[in-house]
């Protein structure tokens, strides 16, 4: 149970909010992970890492996986379990609120493939190198991973082919999000601002500001740690192109500041 009542910086309620209206993009990324399980022969149980309302977990479930979905959240637990019930999914997926990089005092079972889409908690590479080796020990023979998160040059590619993507808002469920982001080349360090405000029926309400600063790593780093800690790279894929006009289908540009790496356990 999340006892601190804080997730990345947010309120709970709040996080909660956050994570549930992206329930939709699951439409959009489920093609390319399930391209990637049936085109490296994956079996059928699966691990997702840093699950949110299960926008991932319950389209696999829908397509034949078995998935237990952990979270920091346990509203977003709650709300992933519904989900999975109202989409007729519940007996293939089960979650459990916790921080994944405990994942010893979650569970002792294995799996064959594990997932962690946009839901990093590691601090650093070596972080990821450490949580890696361990997480081996849950994982079946030649097991596969998915890991998708931002990384250095697809950030920089982005706001240099659209700057516009450095100023960017949401009107969704009766929330306002106002994003901004800067990056100072000298020291490869991203900062976001972050506006959050209430719908009151004739306006919004201010909520809340959130603010960080941090260093996204290479491409090279997520690979080199991924190796060191006994997985073979397999593919590596990131966005080509931006448009600009339809940044609601991406519902986040942190889409397009990514890289989907998959791997295979040696």
């Given at each position: 149970m999340n006892t601190t009542g804080k997730i990345y910086g947010y309120?709970?309620?709040?996080?909660?909010?956050v994570i549930r209206r992206e329930w939709k993009s699951g439409d959009r990324d489920i093609g390319r992970i399930l391209s990637i399980l049936r085109r490296l022969n994956a079996g059928k149980s699966?691990?997702?890492?840093?699950?949110?309302?299960?926008?991932i977990s319950s389209r696999l479930a829908k397509n034949g996986y078995s998935v237990l979905g952990i979270d920091l959240s346990e509203k977003c637990v709650t709300e992933a379990a519904k989900l999975a019930n109202e989409l007729g999914v519940a007996g293939s997926t089960r979650y459990l609120v916790g921080n994944y990089l405990h994942l010893e005092e979650?569970?002792?079972?294995?799996?064959?493939?594990?997932?962690?889409?946009?839901?990093?908690?590691w601090n650093s590479m070596v972080d990821l190198k450490e949580f890696l080796k361990k997480l081996a020990g849950f994982m079946n023979p030649s097991a596969v991973?998915?890991?998708?998160?931002?990384?250095n040059e697809s950030f920089v590619q982005t706001l240099t082919s659209?700057?516009?993507?450095?100023?960017?808002?949401?009107?969704?469920?009766?929330?306002?999000?106002?994003?901004?982001?800067?990056?100072?080349?000298?020291?490869?360090?991203?900062?976001?601002?972050?506006?959050?405000?209430?719908?009151?029926?004739?306006?919004?309400?201010?909520i809340t500001q959130i603010e960080r600063t941090y260093c996204p790593p290479y491409l090279s780093e997520f690979t080199d740690a991924i190796g060191e800690a006994g997985w073979e790279i397999v593919s590596v894929e990131r966005p080509?192109?931006?448009?600009?006009?339809?940044?609601?289908?991406?519902?986040d540009p942190w889409l397009l500041f990514s890289a989907t790496i998959s791997a295979r356990l040696k």
């Open positions: 309120d709970e309620d709040l996080w909660y909010d699966i691990l997702d890492l840093g699950c949110g309302v299960g926008r979650l569970t002792d079972e294995r799996f064959d493939v594990a997932t962690c889409i946009l839901a990093s908690s991973l998915i890991i998708q998160d931002t990384v659209c700057p516009a993507a450095q100023r960017w808002f949401s009107d969704e469920g009766g929330l306002l999000a106002l994003h901004s982001w800067s990056y100072d080349c000298e020291h490869s360090a991203v900062k976001t601002e972050k506006k959050f405000y209430r719908s009151t029926g004739s306006g919004f309400a201010f080509t192109s931006f448009n600009p006009v339809g940044i609601g289908d991406y519902n």
